[in-house]
């Protein structure tokens, strides 16, 4: 009687321990990614919906309408802070004056976000970690720190130059270029000029420009506390660095500190089946297959330009595919009767899709890990950005094909197009490639949360952190001993030719005075 009373009692004890642990294991987290493009969602979300499952309360502020996904997630909008939104015409404007365009507007967009009321009136609540975009969205550190809490950067792209420093993972301009620069490893000497510049144009603008501005501004603006350290060093402290890329397919691969966590691909999931009227017109491709056409969420169609807009349509409809083109508009004219258009498709049911021949893409990057994950190969068309950069090495590793809008031609599409559905080494290199992603220890969004609740257990786990981070570049490239080295030589060095030069002055003079004396 006593034995059952006690094992009671003891089973109630535990189940409410377990509960209590529970309770305090269940974080409040506060993600601030309220600035950069639609697509980014694609990373972050995966990310707060794994946290939410594991009981934690994710406050996901952003710049997007969006539903909640989950009943722990809670969605504050902040509206009209898309820079990336009112970009210009991506197909007339070249590549950097569209990011320069972005650049001018970074400090006001992140000011206007953090004050945005609903964004002040998460002030009066706790939380226990803050996530935020490592870039952009530097003023929202003010948070984590009247909150005295540790934070962690998400970055839905590859690390570059400067954030790589930040992150204490001294960057590699030798070995690796920042996706701006559109250029491949190996670099030649050229290259790795123009990649130091890059890197270093990269830091100099940050550090001496855009962070002490933010600073002021946010400051200025009574936004940032007056007792927050100056942003700059602030910005040091990130716990971890959580960031899109699949360490096990970089090329060439890196050494990484422990608060670079990698979840390259973590919004990729299995196919489910397509809405009924898509998978029956699929169906009825037959055996040609379908092919799979979109430019993505940044470009607008409306801007494509008429002359490719003609070549992409009689190339489409001149093919024995089916054709689903993702297209922004209800219909086009002369639209080819193999062509469908849709606004708007589940894209990775679509790449999943057994009867998929080949995805023609502007090759942003949360595409071309789809359709690695899915094993589709690409013909890439790339506008803006990375795209340039994602494609020439999409072509580079032998899965796909990269060919740019001014060379797009009738017979050079079309020749790409039939060129890589038939192509049995790129489709064994693809196949080859969605094996190596799905084969990891965990899945990214367990990766990744693991080490979410580890910086939780260890209030922040400021020993993972690199010294790197803190000491001088000229400490950490040990650019004092080298200069002290190539100065002791060159002394040395000359030293030594004065020293010679005057020995065998004095012997020759000897050896002539001796000769004199011998013929006397
Ligand atoms: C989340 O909470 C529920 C209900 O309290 C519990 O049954 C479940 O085990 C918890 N999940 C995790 C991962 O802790
Ligand atoms: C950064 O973190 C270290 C270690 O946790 C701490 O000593 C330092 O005060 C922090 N610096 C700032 C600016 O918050």
């Not at 992140?110 to 003023?139: G, M, P, W």
């Not at 009247?146 to 690390?159: D, G, W």
């Not at 936004?223 to 090329?251: A, H, Q, W």
């Not at 190969?377 to 796909?400: S, T």
Request: aromatic share 10%; glycine share 4%; proline share 6%.
């Amino acid at each position: 009687m006593f034995g059952k009373i006690a094992t009671v009692v003891a089973m109630t004890v535990m189940v409410m321990a377990l509960m209590v642990v529970q309770e305090t294991n269940a974080a409040r987290i506060l993600m601030a990614v309220p600035i950069g493009t639609r697509s980014h969602g694609n990373f972050y979300m995966p990310l707060a919906e794994e946290l939410a499952r594991r009981n934690h309360t994710v406050t996901y502020v952003t710049g997007y309408e969006k539903s909640s996904s989950h009943p722990n997630i809670r969605v504050v909008v902040v509206p009209d802070v898309n820079i990336f939104d009112k970009m210009p015409n991506l197909f007339t404007t070249d590549r950097f004056t569209a990011i320069g365009a972005i650049y001018n507007d970074m400090k006001e967009v992140c000011i206007k976000a953090l004050s945005h009321e609903a964004v002040q009136r998460l002030n009066d609540e706790k939380f226990d970690l803050v996530i935020l975009y490592l870039a952009l969205t530097e003023c929202f550190l003010s948070f984590a720190h009247k909150l005295k809490v540790p934070f962690i950067y998400v970055n839905p792209n590859k690390l570059l130059g400067a954030y790589a420093a930040a992150a204490g993972s001294p960057p590699f301009p030798s070995l690796d270029a920042s996706y701006m620069l559109d250029l491949e490893y190996p670099l030649t000497f050229t290259g790795r000029m123009m990649s130091t510049a890059q890197d270093l144009l990269d830091v100099l603008f940050h550090n001496w420009v855009f962070i002490p501005s933010l600073d002021d501004e946010c400051r200025a603006r009574k936004l940032c506390p007056e007792d927050m350290p100056y942003l700059g060093e602030l910005r040091y402290n990130g716990s971890l660095f959580i960031t899109n890329s699949v360490r096990t397919m970089e090329k060439p691969t890196l050494p990484y500190t422990p608060t670079l966590v990698h979840a390259g691909g973590i919004h990729c999931r299995p196919a489910k089946p397509l809405p009924e009227d898509l998978q029956q017109w699929i169906a009825g491709a037959g055996e040609p297959g379908f092919i799979f056409f979109s430019l993505g969420t940044l470009i607008k169609s409306s801007d494509l330009p008429d002359k490719y807009l003609k070549v992409l349509v009689e190339v489409l409809g001149s093919l024995q595919q089916r054709v689903l083109w993702k297209w922004d508009k209800e219909t086009m004219e002369s639209l080819p009767p193999n062509v469908r258009l849709v606004k708007w498709v589940p894209q990775q049911d679509i790449l999943g899709h057994p009867q998929l021949r080949l995805f023609i893409t502007h090759g942003g990057l949360f595409s071309t890990q789809e359709a690695t994950y899915h094993g589709v190969p690409i013909l890439g068309i790339p506008v803006a950005i990375d795209q340039h950069y994602n494609m020439r090495k999409v072509q580079k590793e032998g899965w796909g094909h990269v060919l740019y809008w001014e060379d797009l031609t009738y017979d050079n599409l079309r020749g790409h197009i039939l060129q890589l559905m038939d192509d049995k080494r790129i489709l064994d290199e693809v196949h080859q490639r969605s094996r190596l992603m799905r084969d990891q220890p965990m899945s990214p969004a367990d990766w990744a949360t693991y080490w979410v609740e580890y910086v939780l257990k260890h209030q922040g786990a400021s020993h993972l952190r690199s010294p790197a981070v803190y000491i001088p570049w000229y400490q950490l490239y040990n650019a004092d001993v080298w200069a002290l080295l190539v100065v002791t030589t060159m002394l040395t060095t000359s030293l030594m030719s004065w020293l010679s030069f005057r020995i065998l002055r004095a012997l020759i003079r000897w050896c002539c005075a001796s000769r004199k004396t011998k013929k006397e």
